[in-house]
Structures are given as C-alpha cells and as structure tokens.
C-alpha cells in the first residue's frame, strides 16, 4: 500500500512560489508529518503482522497472492516490485536489479526461501521470472537512455556527425545542406547555425530521438515538420523535439512510464520502446497544440505543462499503454 | 519547511514576507539565462534545454524575492520580448563574455535596443557578462568599453557583473546589489504614494 495522493495534492507548492505560507498551509504540513509517522509505522510493524496473518491463513506467500489476484500487466508487476523492494531479505531486496542472465537463478533462490511448491503453484515460476524481467530491465534501459543524456554532441565523433547529416536527409530529402554550420538547420527547428548548441542537457538522446522518429516514421515526421512551420503558430520543430526528449526522460526518471513499459512488453523494454514512447509524444504534441491553437510559441510552456500534466493523469491509470495511432 | 513547522509548534505566526519585485531577463541563446536562474534557486541544472518561450521562476534571496519572467533567446523568439516588459522593475540580461564577434554584436544591438525602450529606459539594469570561466572571454573593461555602457547608459542605473556558473558567489554579488537598485527605486516612489 502506497501512502500517496490526497495529502501531497492538497500540499503541493510548486518550486516556484518561496512566499511565506498562511496558517491553513501549516496544518497542512503538521498533517504531512503524521501521514508520514503513519506510513512508517505500517511499513515497519503493522505490514509484517498482515502479512503473517495472511499467510497463514491463505498457504500462500505476498508474492504468490499478487500473481494470482492480478492478471499480467502493470498492476502485477508494480505490486511485485514495491514487495520486493519492502522486503527485509537481501535476496529479495537485490533482486530488482539482478541482470537478464540471473532472473532465473534468483527466481529459484526466492521460492526456495519462500517454500514456494512448483507443484502447488505451477504457473508462479514463469510470472515471477516475466516481473522480474521487466522490473530490472526498465532500471537497466534507464542506465542506458541516462548514458546517452550525459553523452554531449562531438563534432569531432564521425558517428554523430554523420547521425546529424542523417536526420536532414530524413526531413528535407529534397534540399541538399549548404555547409556544416548554415541558417538552413533553422529549417527543420534548430536555434542558431549549428545544431550542438541545442543539445544541452539532453545530449546525444536528443538526436538519437530525433533520427529515430525520422528513420522508422518517414512520413509522419515529415508531416509534422511541415506543420511546425505553420505561419502563425508555427513551433521549431527540433527544439520542441528536445523538449519532448526531456519531458520522456523525466517521465522515465521518476517511474511514471512504468505503465506504460509494464503493460506493453512482457519482459525486458528495449530502447526502441522508448524511441516509440517520444515518437508518440511528438506526433501527439503536434496534435495538442494545434487544436488548442495557442496565440503564439511564447506560449509553448504553458501548453507545455498542460500535455505533461495529461500524460501524467493518463499514464497514472494502471490500464494504460500509450499506443502510436500512425504508421 | 521544518522551520515552519517548529514555528507551528511553538504558536509563531508565519515569518514576515519579503518584497517581491518583477523582472524580465532577456539575451542571446546560449548566453546561460536558465542555468544561472536554475542554479539561484538550488536547482540541478543537469537536464536544462533550450528555453522556447517564456518561463516564469521566483528567485529567493535573503531580503527579497525576484519573480522573473525569462524569455527565450532565439532570432525566431526575440521578436516578441517588447511584448513581455510591461509591468516590470527591473532588467537582467545576460551575455556570452566568450561568444564570437558577431554574436557579440547582435547581444549589443540587442542590449542597447533594450536600453532605449520607452518600457525599460527607467528601470535598473543588471548586466552579466558569463562565460568567464572560457578562455576566450573578454574582460570586464572589454565588455564595458564594446558595449559602450557609459555613454550610452549615462542617467541610467546598471550594474556590469563578470560571472559563470562556476562561481555563484559572483552572480549573487550582482543580484544583491541589483536588489538594493530596486530598494532604492521602491523607496523613491514612496512619498508619491501618498
């Protein structure tokens, strides 16, 4: 049971706004204090009494009771996972990071810790081995996308120089670059003359992004290149394509994107499946923004927010797999 | 919010508010805007992108609080900045002390336009020459004599201040004594209130 929501809305000061806080805000803050004594005395005392009773009573195990009461999916596997990691066993404490090549083995060791009987509970084996799959390779595609962040474009890299040239042959398949450093990168969303200024924090992701979108959805890509050079409320389309980057990666950070992963494949996520979560991102912005027709990009961090605020709502329902609706 | 917790539970009303003034930070792209305001508030500036736009953040110092509006640097966005300076009290631009020369050029044009606009002429400026920490960036006295401040800015109340994000000890230098600016503004305006 996650102790979250109610109190942490009402609460919730953005960063923001440091402004001395009237007296009701204050009671609010003493009333945090107590959700949080709470929360750890359940944790620490009354969940282990529940759990005992429960086994005890049922013959089976937390984990056994979450496999059968939930079905394959996001539920499940976020169930497994907070069970895991709330575990006072260091086997099973480790295990939401054992690598691909040990799932298997840990599986064993937990149902040998947790007299688990294969015979008892045939189906067991191969949901714990398909959570515990998904479970560290999500942590182990988020080393992977952080590394990429953190790599910074280099021109002197053949790779990425060559990744660059790659994604304006995907959009403007028609005009042929002028030089390395032009305006014409302005033509398909960059800032200045030269694309590595607007990487920024996002790094190498930014780009792999960007040419994945253009490589594996042509024509959608080029469709939505072409309406953010809209007149009136044209975007630039890298940029935003930065920012989207961003808004996946910080999704992805702080769990949210779980179900998303969790309901979409049954075993460990690849770095496609995060490309694909930013090309929905892409092609659902383009459709957000202009159906809000917003007066201008000066506005674009306000509708911003709006669509983050969406994917948060959308993707807090445990049901939801964010689904390209474009070829 | 332990503090005011603590005061919580001792019966202390809310500690005493501080004045918040409005200000609007305009520069080139690139010049650092986002990670010297992101650093301010003790944020990380690890995942920081192209501001498009405009972003409003409430920066906090010991006697005051700045709620600054910080518009993006873009050729394609700075077009709309005039339409962002009503109702401010101050300016913070901020340049790249190590950009090439006609990138300086275009952050003079731009800082000199600023400087003359009818909304801002009165108003305190607080310019901060970043970047010091690259090898290729101009000095103090560079900046001053190419940005022609001291004809140009005569009558007018500026503040230069070298600084990088590497050293905030500098930018909250040129922040506090831009606050005192804005005191000193708020107090004149006092007697005329009444």
């Known amino acids: 049971m996650q102790l979250k929501g109610l109190m942490d809305v009402e609460c919730r000061r953005g960063k923001d706004s440091p402004r001395a806080l009237p007296f009701p805000a204050q009671s609010c803050h003493i009333l945090n204090m107590i959700g949080l004594i709470w929360h750890y005395l359940y944790s620490s005392l009354l969940r282990s009494w529940m759990k005992w009773i429960l086994r005890k009573v049922t013959g089976r195990c937390e984990l056994q009771r979450i496999c059968t009461n939930t079905v394959q999916g996001t539920e499940r596997t976020m169930k497994i996972e907070y069970s895991l990691e709330s575990s006072k066993n260091e086997v099973l404490k480790t295990a939401v990071t054992v690598s691909e090549a040990n799932v298997a083995n840990r599986v064993h060791d937990i149902m040998e810790i947790k007299k688990i009987s294969i015979q008892k509970d045939p189906k067991f084996k191969l949901n714990l081995q398909t959570c515990l799959l998904q479970i560290s390779g999500f942590k182990k595609l988020f080393a992977d996308v952080e590394n990429l962040r953190k ?177 | 919010m332990d503090y005011l917790c603590f005061r919580a539970f001792c019966c202390k009303g809310p500690p005493s508010p501080r004045t918040e003034y409005d200000v609007v930070c305009v520069g080139l792209t690139g010049s650092g805007k986002s990670s010297l305001l992101t650093q301010l508030c003790s944020e990380s500036t690890d995942s920081i992108i192209p501001t498009t736009g405009f972003s409003i953040k409430a920066v906090p110092f010991q006697n005051a609080i700045l709620n600054v509006k910080e518009l993006g640097g873009a050729d394609n966005i700075r077009k709309y900045w005039s339409r962002y300076y009503q109702g401010s009290q101050g300016v913070i631009f901020v340049l790249d002390s190590a950009s090439s020369e006609d990138d300086l050029e275009t952050a003079r044009n731009e800082l000199h336009s600023a400087l003359q606009h009818p909304q801002l002429c009165t108003l305190p400026f607080l310019i901060l020459a970043n970047h010091q920490d690259k090898p290729a960036a101009r000095s103090l006295q560079e900046i001053k004599k190419y940005f022609e401040l001291e004809p140009l800015a005569r009558g007018q109340r500026w503040i230069l201040q070298p600084c990088s994000v590497e050293n905030m000890d500098a930018v909250r230098e040129g922040f506090n004594q831009f606050i005192s600016l804005l005191e000193e503004i708020d107090q004149e305006h006092i007697p005329s209130r009444i």
């Open chain 1, 151 to 327: 790599q910074p474009f280099d021109s002197s890299n053949k790779q990425h120089e060559d990744m660059l040239k790659k994604l304006w042959n995907l959009l403007m398949p028609h005009v042929q670059l002028e030089s390395r450093i032009t305006k014409q990168w302005g033509d398909i969303g960059f800032q200045g003359d030269d694309p590595k200024t607007d990487f920024r924090g996002m790094g190498m992701l930014g780009l792999h992004n960007l040419v994945f979108f253009g490589d594996h959805y042509t024509e959608t890509a080029r469709q939505t290149l072409s309406h953010s050079n809209h007149p009136k409320i044209g975007y630039s389309f890298a940029i935003v394509g930065i920012n989207l980057t961003e808004m996946a990666y910080s999704m992805m950070k702080s769990g949210l994107l779980k179900t998303h992963f969790y309901n979409l494949v049954p075993g460990v996520p690849q770095l496609q499946h995060f490309h694909q979560v930013y090309c929905y991102l892409m092609y659902e912005f383009d459709q957000f923004w202009f159906k809000e027709a917003p007066s201008s990009i000066m506005e674009f961090n306000l509708y911003r927010e709006q669509f983050h605020e969406r994917m948060k709502q959308l993707l807090q329902d445990p049901k939801t797999v964010l689904k390209l609706n474009f070829k």
